[in-house]
């Protein structure tokens, strides 16, 4: 099953986005409010899709992502930045870079079109390789 991982400290946010996500798409969904426990949720299994906040403790979002930028087991997931910093987030775009930055507040219903066209459009790449 496809699998979105999403890291937000903010434990109402997190509750919002995992269910609005899960409800709405056949996805399954993980959150983790802690950065520095990203990478092991990561080693234990691939998600499809990261939603990701720049603000976390331990790890920044901008550290993350950089480690699944530069890591080649993690190259190629799809990073969907959610964040009330999104001119930090926008930091993170060059040719290998996040692929979308989403600002807070957000409206629910846009991050879950958003959510649905990165998943079609990573499958579609995963297709063609």
């Known amino acids: 099953m496809t699998l979105v991982l999403i890291a937000e400290d903010d434990p109402d946010v997190a509750r919002l986005v995992r269910e609005g996500i ?5 996805v399954e969904t993980d959150a983790i409010m802690n950065g520095a426990l990203v990478p092991d949720a990561l080693a234990a299994r691939r998600p499809d899709l990261i939603v990701l906040d720049v603000a976390l403790p331990g790890l ?3 550290d993350i992502f950089d480690l699944v930028r530069n890591d080649p ?8 930045f959610l964040t009330a910093m999104p001119e930090k987030a926008a930091t993170a775009f060059g040719p290998t870079g996040a692929h979308r930055v989403m600002a807070k507040p957000f409206d629910l ?3 879950v079109a958003s ?12 297709a063609a390789a």
């Open 22 to 26: 899960a409800d709405q798409l056949d």
């Open 60 to 62: 920044s979002g901008l």
């Open 73 to 80: 087991q993690w190259q190629g997931i799809p990073v969907l």
């Open 109 to 111: 219903d846009v991050l």
């Open 115 to 126: 959510v649905r066209e990165m998943l079609a459009l990573s499958r579609r790449a995963k």
